[in-house]
Every structure is written in C-alpha cells, then in structure tokens.
C-alpha cells in the first residue's frame, strides 16, 4: 500500500470507531482486526502503520470527533509528512478542501476532564507496557524469566514481569503450559490486596473470565486448599475460567452464573461466610485508556451514574456475604471519585460495622480511605482499590 493508501485506510477505520463508540458498538481491537483480515492485500508493515495512525488520531481527540477524516487532519496538522499525503493520489486520501475542519486535539471529553483534576490525564493515554504475572503454583520468577528470555521484575507485585516493548507472549511454550498469565501489575496488586490463604473460603464477586479469580488461586496454594467461588452475570465470560484454571493448574475453582438482578438468591447459602469478597465491579474503565483510548468517547453522565448504582448494589452484596472478621476488597478500573471514594463513602455510611484499611503499604495514593493507582505516578494501569474489614 502506498503511504497516502494507509491514512485513507486509517480514515476508513476511524469512521467505524467513532460510530461504535457512540452506539455502544466493538471495542477499536476488534474493529481494526476485523477490517484487516478482510484486506488480506495488506502486508505487515501496512498493517503496522495503519494501526499506529489509527491510535495515534485517536488518543490525540478528547472528544469523539465528526468523522475519521476530521481525526486525521487534526493529526495531520501536527505531522507535515502527513499532511503532505492529502494530495488525491489513488486510493489515498482527498486534498483538504478550503475551510476544512480538522477535529479539535484535546485529552478527554471536557465533563471528564473536570473530573479529573487529581490524575495524569496524558498519562491515562500513553503507550502501555506487557505485564505478566508469574504463577507460583508452576514455577517461579527467575525460572519464567529465563524461559522468556525477556522481561523485567515489575517494581511492586512480587510476581510480575514487565516486558517493554512487547511482545506476543500467546503462541510461547511458557503461556501454553501455564506458567505465566497477561495481567497489569494493578490487577495484581488488587489480588494481593485479598491476602488470600489456604484454608479460607474466598468469593469473587466478578470474576469475568477469572484473571483475578487465578491471583487468588496461586496466593491460596491451589484451590483445593480451601473455597474458592467465582462469579460472574456474564456467562461467554465465566466460561473462559475452565480452560484457563486447568492451564495453570487450578482446577477446582467453583463458578456461579448469577442473574442481573436476583445475585444475592444465587450466594444465599454462602451468607456470611466468606473470609474474603473480591468486589472487582464493572465500571467505566477510565483506569484503562492506555489500552482502550477511545473508550473515553463512549462515556456519557448517564452511563456513569447506571455504573455507579451497580458498584453500590454490589459492595452491599458483598457486605452480607462476609464473615465478621472478613473482608471486602473493592476495586475498579477507574481514577473517577465518583466510582471509588464516593462509593467508598457510601458504602461507610451504610455499614457502620466495617472499617477501612490500607489495602497495601505501597505503591499508591491515598484517596478517601482507599488507594488511588494510576500509570502516571505507578506506572500500573488507574485503579482505585478499598479494604473494608467486618468487625469481629
Ligand atoms: C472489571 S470486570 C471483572 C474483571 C475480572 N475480575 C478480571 O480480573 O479479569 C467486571 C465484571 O463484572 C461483571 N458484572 C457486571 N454486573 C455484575 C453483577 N451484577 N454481578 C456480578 N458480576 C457482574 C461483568 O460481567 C464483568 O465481567
């Protein structure tokens, strides 16, 4: 493909992007690779490029732009190499007209940007690096390392590797055989955070396909060694659990699907009787635009306030299934008050009989009783993540 063939091709795809992310449509991931594998015409280098243009336009628009073109230009008028390809060569973009409006730069959509004063916004959207988790129930760091052959110790999870640039780790013997998983060090930290034991009976209230739900299960030396329960209303999700407890050699999890709704009929018989709740709840993600920056398109007040009923729903849920002496660990991918310390704060008022601990001595800050994560200052993804422990 010529070079002025990439932007168009890269125009083409952010039309799709932007209109997915107003009508709740695919994710940018799966838009781009469904695109190419259409245009098999499209050689590596084509595709490499075509990508980096892509998420270059699309973390340089805080709000969703008019139109892939209008994305473009406003890249373009940063970049003379290429505004230069605007010539109407064939299959390349047209020239820019007279009076043409290019989309305006900026980091958020301004409603998010006033709710954001306290993190890095610019360091929201850069460039994430590879996070393993090593799994100490097949090997250990050193060994995972040397079968790499690539990576360095992550500064604060004690099983983490970072591997910057990255690489594809999926097709490597080491991922086949289980020994290490795609996981950011704040997830980690967040499972660390559970201090889960052999012995104890843990829920994972969302466990989705069970990233954390493994965490948990390496840190209780296998999950025979007590109860392990996770949970998910997603049932293509909870599904994905299988396979990947028995790679990593932590079978005997227990799955629950619960109904949206009717979750605490589905966990009636585990009634106060968790040592400890993972409350990973579904949020806006804001903590992961490194990896999804047009996700800050798709946000709207009202999606946030549906998102902020669900957290509150669940943490009191989780409240009825602790065990006095248990406890919760709260946690999102996000930096927004309103989905951490005001929920926080909510949850306190409602339940006097839990108290708030630091979930870990470092890295973080402190925000509202819990601990704010962020790429900025802890290089992890955003995340705010509680500690809420039952008295006895
Ligand atoms: C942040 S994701 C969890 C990610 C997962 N813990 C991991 O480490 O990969 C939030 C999950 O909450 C689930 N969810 C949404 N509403 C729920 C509910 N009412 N009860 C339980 N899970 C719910 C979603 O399906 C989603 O899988």
């Excluded at 060694?225 to 999700?237: E, K, P, V, Y």
């Excluded at 227990?254 to 990973?280: F, M």
């Excluded at 962020?374 to 992890?380: A, E, H, K, L, N």
Aim: hydrophobic share 45%.
């Amino acid at each position: 493909m010529t070079p002025a063939a990439r932007v168009e091709a890269a125009i083409q795809l952010l039309d799709l992007i932007i209109a997915a992310a107003r009508d709740q449509g695919p994710a940018a991931d799966t838009i781009i690779a469904g695109w190419l594998k259409a245009r098999r015409y499209a050689g590596s280098q084509d595709r490499r490029a075509i990508r980096a243009l892509v998420y270059d336009a699309v973390r340089l628009c805080g709000e969703r732009p008019e139109s892939g073109r209008a994305a473009m230009l406003a890249l373009a008028d940063m970049r003379p190499d290429l505004a230069a390809l605007f010539d109407g060569s064939p299959h390349g973009p047209a020239p820019v007209a007279a009076g043409e409006a290019a989309a305006a730069p900026g980091l958020a959509p301004a409603w998010l940007e006033a709710m954001l004063g306290h993190v890095d916004i610019a360091a929201l959207l850069g460039r994430a690096p590879l996070d393993l988790r090593v799994n100490r129930l097949k090997t250990d760091r050193a060994a995972a390392m040397r079968a790499l052959g690539a990576g360095q110790p992550t500064p604060f999870a004690p099983d983490g590797l970072r591997i910057d640039p990255p690489i594809a780790v999926e097709a490597h013997p080491a991922f086949r055989d289980g020994w290490i998983e795609v996981q950011d060090e704040g997830s980690q930290l967040i499972a660390l955070a559970c201090a889960a034991r052999a012995g104890q009976t843990v829920i994972d209230l969302c466990a989705g396909a069970g990233g954390k739900t493994l965490a948990l299960a390496a840190d209780m030396g296998g999950p025979s060694s007590g109860r392990l329960i996770a949970c998910d209303t997603d049932r293509a999700r909870l599904s994905r659990l299988a396979p990947r407890a028995i790679r990593a050699g932590a079978g005997g999890i227990e799955t629950r699907l619960l109904g949206g709704g009717r979750e605490a009929e589905a966990l009636g018989d585990l009634a106060a009787g968790a040592d400890i709740v993972l409350i990973d709840a579904p949020c806006s993600g804001v903590g992961t635009w490194r990896r999804n920056p047009e996700a800050r398109w798709r946000l709207t007040p009202q999606r946030l306030a549906r998102l902020a009923d669900i957290q509150a729903r669940l943490l009191d849920l989780g409240a009825a299934l602790v065990r006095p002496g248990g406890a919760i660990v709260y946690a999102v991918c996000s930096v927004l008050d309103a989905e951490g310390a005001d929920q926080l704060a909510g949850f306190c008022a409602r339940h006097p009989d839990f108290a708030v601990k630091r979930p870990f001595i470092a890295p973080g800050e402190d925000r509202g009783g819990g601990v704010l994560l962020s790429p900025g200052r802890d290089g992890t993804d955003g995340f705010f993540v509680a500690r809420l422990e039952r008295a006895c």
